[in-house]
């Protein structure tokens, strides 16, 4: 079993930058693919990126390819979302998700694929 622990939300302006971490428990971080969704009031969960347990691999929803970067860092058992260009369509409570995937190169991209959830961090943009 894995917990997840996010940071480095809060507020933010348009065009500018924030970077979400997420710390995971355990020894095995490398064999998890680990995911960020965010949840925006009075919507569902939505995908907004994956990597792959070596961080070989990533996926990006369409909204955010091009401005946020995620990355990991095995040695730390963390990982992060590099958030660029911000809008204020990218307000909403951001999650940390992880999934055991072993070897796999795999990366997924549905709520259901993950069944580690960390408490999520809000993430407010302004004009």
């Known amino acids: 079993q894995v917990q997840l622990v996010e940071s480095g939300g809060g507020l933010g302006q348009a065009g500018g930058s924030l970077r979400l971490s997420c710390a995971a428990s355990g020894r095995t971080f490398s064999s998890y693919c680990m995911g960020w969704f965010r949840q925006a009031p009075g919507k569902e969960r939505q995908f907004v990126a994956a990597?792959?347990?070596?961080?070989?691999?990533?996926a990006y929803a369409d909204s955010v390819k091009g401005r946020f970067t995620i990355s990991r860092d095995n040695a730390k058992n963390t990982v992060y979302l590099q958030m660029n260009s911000l809008t204020p369509e990218d307000t909403a409570v951001y999650y940390c998700?992880?999934?055991?995937?072993?070897?796999?190169?795999?990366?997924?991209?549905?709520?259901?694929?993950?069944?580690?959830w960390g408490q999520g961090t809000q993430v407010t943009v302004s004009t």
């Open positions: 990597i792959s347990g070596s961080g070989g691999r990533t």
């Open positions: 998700a992880a999934r055991e995937s072993g070897l796999s190169i795999l990366v997924f991209t549905t709520v259901r694929d993950f069944a580690y």
